[in-house]
Nanobody, 119 residues
């Protein structure tokens, strides 16, 4: 069973930085595309960023230039570095794994971690 566990969420001021981490089952990063979704209260879930097994990335327009997704296959970890955060970045962030793309999510989800951007 593939298990994903997010961490690193919390309260951060506008303009600040935060790094989210996702730990997965051993070897999962060698076969799965990984991604980060977010869902703000009352809004639809949206893809924030993804990274393939070969390191190809894709970002939502709203976070380009501010967020960076990366992965460490040796450690089975994926990260989302969030810089220059804005109040509209407030959401629950979910790690996602599988055959995901900009068009659909993968089959596996983490439990989510709350990110709140507020002064």
């Amino acid at each position: 069973q593939v298990q994903l566990v997010e961490s690193g969420g919390g309260l951060v001021q506008p303009g600040g930085s935060l790094r989210l981490s996702c730990a997965a089952s051993k070897s999962v990063f060698s076969i799965y595309t990984m991604g980060w979704y977010r869902q703000a209260s009352g809004k639809k879930r949206e893809l924030v960023a993804l990274i393939t097994t070969d390191g190809i990335t894709n970002y939502a327009d709203s976070v380009k230039g501010r967020f960076t997704i990366s992965r460490d296959n040796a450690k089975n970890m994926v990260y989302l570095q969030m810089d220059k955060v804005k109040p509209e970045d407030t959401a629950v962030y979910y790690c996602n794994a599988g055959d995901l793309s900009i068009w659909h999510a993968g089959d596996y989800w983490g439990q989510g971690t709350q990110v709140t951007v507020s002064s």
